[in-house]
């Protein structure tokens, strides 16, 4: 008889067919256990310490705070091992994350079977990255050393939400920051970007494949 341990998981995800899809995909070997679910970074980070998962996965593209923004909160309170499952098959979004602090990228298109090689993989504190997003990242990568580079992990986090059209106040409420602060990171984003509105700055985003057209 199998007398070894289940991995206790959480997952967040803005949509609930997709966790429902992703439980019953996770639990049917017998060797992991969901024991919580999030849709939001917000509701991820305000339930961990209750769930104690041994790994989080996590969606990037969610309303609010976001998937990168929710990983740097809960790996640096709660030194959690994440393992992002994401639709973004770039490169910039996996550097971002795993400076964030994640263990692990995973592609949505990924085979089951590779999705429990990674958990495995997070589970026991390793790396593990998307064998096609490695190719990327060890060849350049997509966009490599240009301008996106330059930006610091809190304005990659404001960028992404001005890319998808998200006022400065609404940026200031999410992330906790005040208008005046978020104001200043528009000014050194559009700076380093060489943009001069917040329409370029989705143009950026959409040439980069950091959003959806």
Same mark, same amino acid.
């Given at each position: 008889?199998?007398?070894? @341990?289940?991995? @206790? ?8 067919? %997709?966790?429902?899809?992703? @439980?019953?995909? +996770? #639990? ?10 999030? #849709?939001?970074?917000? =509701?991820?980070? &305000? ?23 929710? %990983? *740097? *909160?809960? %790996? ?8 992002? !499952? ?9 550097? @971002? ?11 949505? &298109?990924?085979?089951?079977? $590779?999705?429990?090689?990674? !958990?495995?993989?997070?589970? =026991?504190? *390793? ?6 997003? =490695? ?30 059209? #998200? ?18 990171? +528009? ?12 329409? $370029? ?5 959409? *040439?980069?494949? +950091?959003?959806?057209?």
């Amino acid at each position: 008889m199998n007398t070894q @341990r289940r991995i @206790r998981v959480m997952l967040v995800d803005d949509h609930a067919v %997709v966790r429902v899809g992703f @439980r019953m995909l +996770l #639990e049917t070997g017998g060797e992991v256990e969901v024991v919580g679910e999030a #849709e939001s970074g917000e =509701a991820a980070y &305000r339930e961990f310490a209750q769930v104690a998962p041994d790994v989080v996965i996590m969606d990037l593209s969610m309303p609010g705070m976001g998937g990168i923004e929710a %990983v *740097r *909160r809960l %790996v640096l309170r709660d030194q959690a091992r994440i393992l992002v !499952l994401s639709a973004h098959e770039d490169t910039t979004h996996p550097q @971002r994350v795993f400076k964030a602090g994640a263990l692990g990228y995973l592609s949505k &298109r990924s085979a089951p079977e $590779e999705l429990i090689d990674a !958990l495995r993989a997070v589970a =026991a504190g *390793r790396i593990y990255v998307d064998a096609e997003i =490695a190719r990327k990242l060890a060849a350049g990568g997509i966009g490599a050393g240009n301008a996106l580079e330059g930006l610091s992990e809190r304005e990659f986090s404001v960028f992404l939400k001005l890319a998808h059209g #998200e006022s400065v106040q609404t940026i200031a409420q999410v992330l906790s920051l005040s208008p005046n602060t978020v104001g200043t990171h +528009l000014y050194n984003i559009k700076q380093k970007l060489g943009a001069g509105n917040q329409a $370029e700055l989705t143009l950026i985003a959409l *040439r980069n494949g +950091l959003i959806d057209a």
